[in-house]
């Protein structure tokens, strides 16, 4: 999360010194500023009071803490989702050339049986394969789906774990006076 950042006139008129005296402290090193687009720009944290600068600190590293974890989460999610999409697509086609195989060895068993009974009992058997097929198929698609459940359980446990955070957070707030959350920008 990026401070808010001054220019050399906003700080002078909030600290009701000249622009020029704001510019001396900034060459001394006695307030803190950066570069952007080649002027020099002064966090509002800058401002605060030692102690309120190291908690501003701590908050702001605290919210990038809590973001990076969302970001993460939703990757995870995203990667999660995508994979178990790509697994049950690859499972239906599996399944698919599987059937289309066994349905072949079938139609040739058909054509055979015409006339053999021993062939026959072949048919019979490739029957039985495909029955045992199908049944590996769905203890297969089971065992997938229990760990969707698992997935989606973790996952579920993971948005526990950032609420309780969001609410740690939420609390650390809670006890700075309402001054202390004015100057943070948190009211």
């Known amino acids: 999360m990026p401070p808010n950042l001054l220019t050399v006139q906003e700080v002078a008129e909030r600290l009701g010194k000249t622009e020029k005296a704001v510019r001396r402290m900034l060459d001394r090193g006695t307030l803190e500023s950066v570069r952007r687009n080649n002027r020099r720009m002064i966090p509002e ?23 990076r974890r969302e970001l993460i989460e939703r990757l995870e999610r995203r990667a999660l989702a995508e994979g178990l999409a790509e697994g049950k697509r690859q499972i239906e086609r599996d399944a698919y050339a599987k059937e289309t195989d066994l349905r072949e060895q079938i139609a040739q068993s058909k054509i055979e049986a015409l006339g053999l009974r021993q062939e026959k009992a072949t048919l019979a058997e490739t029957v039985a394969d495909l029955g045992e097929a199908v049944e590996r198929l769905e203890a297969t698609l089971l065992e997938r789906e229990k760990e969707i ?6 996952r579920d446990a993971l948005a526990v774990e950032l609420r309780e955070v969001k609410e740690l957070l939420d609390a650390a707030i809670g006890t700075l006076s309402g001054r202390q959350r004015r100057k943070l920008g948190l009211d």
């Open 149 to 154: 459940k698992e997935r989606e359980q973790e």
């Open 45 to 67: 944290s800058a401002l605060l009071p030692p102690a309120d600068q190291e908690r501003e600190r701590e908050r702001s590293e605290i919210a990038e803490k809590l973001e």
